[in-house]
């Protein structure tokens, strides 16, 4: 799968395990993007990334913390999860940030379920 | 308050028939408004996107239009096929001085049946 790939597709935890999301841009974009996606409600966007740096952090619980080690990949990395958390995660990029207009190629998804 | 809102809900059409999906928005300043499909099981892509001074944009099948006077737009889709099955979502961008923001809709999830 070329453009924006995520591993993994399907994961399932319990509230006490650790887990990391894997995202990877193969578009030569600098900004990417963690959006969590539930059923019947639009997007929310949890980070952004710009040039590697983290430009925008969306009030996500600290049992989230993204990292960023290139302007290639980004990571999730999941801890103590509470089973509100279950929903599809999304990674996204873009030539530039969501500030300047350019379009935001998103990867498949990480479906996540917390037991 | 910026935000999105799409109806139906959800659709269900028999294939080869068109509908029509619509988005209105209380986004302002506006910037640009995308409509995206996401596949199950895929992410969002983008369809069109349309700016202030246009009415109407199409790709393919789908055509969309824009009223920035009445904050609305709608998707129209023709001659629908099994594969339009998806949701169907509308993002608006909004100007300010830190730059754009992209508000999101709920999305319509379209059902095509043979």
């Known amino acids: 799968e070329t453009g924006v790939t995520q591993t993994p597709r399907h994961l399932v935890m319990g509230m006490t395990n650790k887990k990391s999301l894997k995202c990877e841009q193969h578009?030569?974009?600098?900004?990417m993007y963690w959006y969590k996606q539930s059923a019947k409600k639009p997007l929310e966007l949890m980070f952004v990334y710009s040039l590697e740096e983290r430009v925008e952090n969306n009030s996500v619980p600290s049992r989230f913390s993204p990292e960023c080690p290139n302007s290639s990949h980004l990571f999730l990395h999941l801890h103590t999860l509470q089973p509100e958390d279950s929903a599809l995660y999304l990674c996204a990029s873009s030539q530039g940030r969501e500030q300047t207009g350019h379009e935001q190629f998103f990867g498949p998804g990480t479906r996540l379920t917390v037991l | 308050k910026n935000q999105v809102e799409q109806s139906p809900q959800s659709l269900i059409i028999l294939e080869g028939k068109n509908c029509t999906l619509q988005?209105?928005?209380?986004?302002?300043?506006?910037?640009?408004l995308r409509w995206y499909k996401q596949d199950t099981g895929r992410g969002p892509v983008s369809l069109t996107i349309m700016t202030f001074s246009e009415n109407t944009k199409s790709n393919g099948r789908y055509t969309a239009t824009l009223d920035a006077d009445t904050k609305q737009s709608s998707l129209h889709i023709t001659a629908s096929q099994l594969s339009d099955s998806a949701s169907y979502i509308c993002v608006v961008s909004a100007a300010g001085a830190g730059g754009n923001k992209l508000v999101f809709g709920a999305g319509t999830i379209l059902r095509v049946k043979s």
């Open positions: 578009l030569g974009h600098n900004a």
């Open positions: 988005c209105n928005y209380t986004v302002s300043p506006f910037s640009n």
